[in-house]
């Protein structure tokens, strides 16, 4: 089985990423070289990745879920999302403050730091979901949405994959001291 973490970044997919791992998936997070590929066109590049592994999360695939969906029909998406989009922005501005100006971020979002367009990337937040959404209408079985924010957590993540619930304390990953949940 593949599954798919589709939520933009800063939503919970280091957290995701640590599940999936836990669930025992050959995993695949972070690729700086596969998001410039993604941005040149490059999906035969990327495919060559995603063939040999199980489980994926952050740049670039949640920006390709729907040639993952056609490439692999038994495959899962999960989409991780925040409480608001206000939460999922204030977490975009604070990691940019750790990173500076990035150019993924320029790839993703069209503007390398995040500060000055808050209606545009709130726009960019709700228009992948609801599109993802959308994409999967009819077909829900495919796709979990879940938010670690509203207590989401093993059980869920199980009974989507048809897995056991590991024996292991939930993996919340990068959370601030405000109780931040997101990742880079």
Request: aromatic content about 14%.
């Amino acid at each position: 089985m593949k599954v798919f973490g589709i939520g933009l970044n800063k939503t919970g997919t280091k957290t995701l990423g640590s599940c999936l791992q836990a669930f025992g998936f050959h995993h695949r997070s972070y690729d700086p070289l596969l998001l410039a590929a993604f941005s040149i066109g490059d999906i035969e590049t990327i495919f060559r990745v995603s063939d040999v592994y199980e489980s994926f999360e952050d740049w670039p695939w949640p920006l390709l879920y729907r040639e993952f969906d056609a490439r692999y029909p038994d495959a899962r998406f999960i989409l991780t999302v925040r409480k608001d989009p206000d939460t999922w922005f204030e977490s975009l501005c604070r990691h940019a403050g750790r990173t500076g100006p990035t150019s993924d971020r320029q790839i993703v979002y069209g503007y390398p730091e995040p500060y000055a367009y808050k209606d545009e990337h709130i726009r960019i937040y709700n228009r992948h979901n609801t599109e993802v959404s959308d994409w999967f209408k009819g077909r829900e079985h495919k796709l979990l949405r879940v938010c670690w924010e509203e207590g989401d957590g093993w059980e869920k993540l199980a009974e989507f994959l048809c897995l056991p619930v590991p024996a292991i304390p939930f993996p919340h990953q990068n959370r601030s001291q405000a109780g931040e949940e997101g990742n880079p």
